[in-house]
């Protein structure tokens, strides 16, 4: 009994995988002989069109019919008038959008939900620590979340569309490091309003520049550049208004905002009222040199009022390049920069106590080459320069910087960056020294769900 046990455990060990492996064979014989007989066919078919193509070809062509009586003169269609140019009515009658609201089926969501987590290490000299004067004031030396965002976002009806951004992060505020959890954006933007027109109303990241409206873990480097930083803070232009645009039926793309805010920034603004509110404007144009080169150009604006009711003015111009050789899905090269002038009344104090009013006039500006050879490798370097906008003095940084990115949905990045002051640092601790300052930076970063595109 037990040999006959080992004899039928050999034989569907030995036989069972040649008797699969014949079937399979076989399989394939029939599928490869129905093909074959299919191809027959198939040459049968062609060759019969052909002796039915030359027959024809072969037949005299018969002898045109003596002219007879000319056909009747067919009366022809009088010349339309030109259309008429649209009424204000027509154009300030809603239209409908095309490929922006498509219906949902039963058991899904009305929007699209995402999760972004962004995590920041830093590390530098025990002086720059102790000053609080690195590129992350208050969180030197630490791997901290710089941005945990939930996004809600989605087509509301064909006329309009709704976005809700939710950010939890590690501040230093007040000599305290906390987690602070609040609104990030939270605005709707009207689509069809007359003449062409869009409308952006809630709280939003002003579309001010090139990089003001990128979120933080979006950004090209592991930082925001330090003249945006110096002139608008570490948290950007983020105001409470309304934005309208127009993109004007030109033979060329351009595209024209302005927008009204309450002014609350309190680097640059800080009025925070209505009655003397913050205006911004914005020109931008886009055109492709050829199938591989592009180029977008930009010029922005805003003034306002700083919380002493001194008015401040800011304007930019911005550039990005980028070149994508043919059948790639990526830019090989990209080139941007962005330069700021502010103007601004300020009261300047003398040893007696006595103020008075003077103008602070100030530059800066950043640019950063990176490059792209590989879909899932990148690495570049930036060049910072500004002026302090009330301060004396100015600070220059540059920034070398690689990223790895095994999908479009998980992305590392790792950089060095050196930054040197014209005046020490004025440490919040009282205590260290930051006026040059060296830095490793590293981020992780990635995105669970759906996540908006950004233009270009």
Request: aromatic share 10%; net charge negative.
């Amino acid at each position: 009994m037990r040999g006959f046990v080992i004899a039928a455990v050999w034989l569907t060990i030995v036989l069972v995988p040649g008797l699969a492996a014949a079937q399979e064979a076989e399989a394939l014989r029939r599928e490869l002989e129905q093909l074959r007989r299919q191809q027959e066919q198939a040459q049968k078919l062609i060759e019969a069109l052909n002796e039915r193509l030359k027959r024809l070809e072969a037949q005299p062509v018969p002898a045109p019919a003596s002219p007879g009586p000319p056909p009747p003169a067919v009366a022809q269609p009088a010349p339309s008038a030109p259309a008429a140019p649209p009424s204000l009515i027509d154009l300030a009658r809603p239209r409908q959008p095309f490929a922006l609201y498509q219906p949902r089926g039963s058991g899904q969501l009305l929007f699209d939900m995402g999760v972004v987590g962004d995590f920041v290490g830093n590390i530098t000299q025990n002086n720059v620590d102790q000053a609080d004067g690195g590129t992350f004031p208050g969180r030197e030396n630490r791997f901290f979340p710089r941005e945990i965002e939930v996004s809600f976002f989605g087509q509301i009806d064909p006329y309009a569309r709704g976005e809700v951004r939710i950010e939890a992060a590690e501040e230093f505020e007040d000599g305290t490091r906390e987690i602070h959890l609040g609104l990030a954006e939270a605005h709707l933007t009207l689509l069809t309003l007359p003449w062409g027109t869009q409308a952006k109303l809630g709280f939003m990241r002003s579309r001010f520049g090139l990089l003001n409206q990128i979120h933080a873990h979006d950004l090209p480097q592991v930082d925001r550049p330090d003249v945006l930083v110096q002139f608008f803070g570490e948290e950007g232009l983020r105001e409470s208004g309304v934005e309208l645009t127009w993109v004007p039926p030109l033979p060329f793309y351009l595209e024209a905002l302005v927008g009204v805010f309450n002014g609350d920034n309190e680097e640059s603004f800080g009025r925070g009222s209505l009655k003397a509110p913050l205006v911004t404007g914005r020109l931008r144009t886009f055109f492709e040199l050829n199938d591989s080169n592009a180029i977008q150009l930009g010029v922005s604006g805003a003034t306002g009022e700083t919380e002493d009711r001194r008015r401040n003015t800011v304007v930019g111009l911005d550039l990005k390049y980028k070149f994508t050789p043919e059948g790639w899905r990526h830019p090989l090269l990209t080139i941007a920069g962005e330069a700021l002038y502010g103007n601004r009344l300020v009261e300047v104090f003398d040893d007696a106590g006595v103020g008075e009013e003077r103008r602070r006039e100030r530059f800066g500006w950043y640019a950063y080459a990176e490059v792209q050879p590989w879909q899932r490798w990148l690495g570049g370097v930036r060049y910072d320069n500004t002026q302090y906008p009330v301060e004396p003095g100015r600070q220059w940084a540059i920034e070398p910087y690689i990223a790895f990115m095994p999908s479009e949905f998980l992305r590392f990045r790792l950089g060095y960056k050196h930054t040197e002051r014209s005046h020490p640092f004025a440490a919040t601790s009282g205590q260290g020294s930051a006026r040059i300052v060296d830095e490793f930076l590293f981020q992780a970063s990635f995105i669970l769900g759906a996540h908006p595109a950004h233009p270009f």
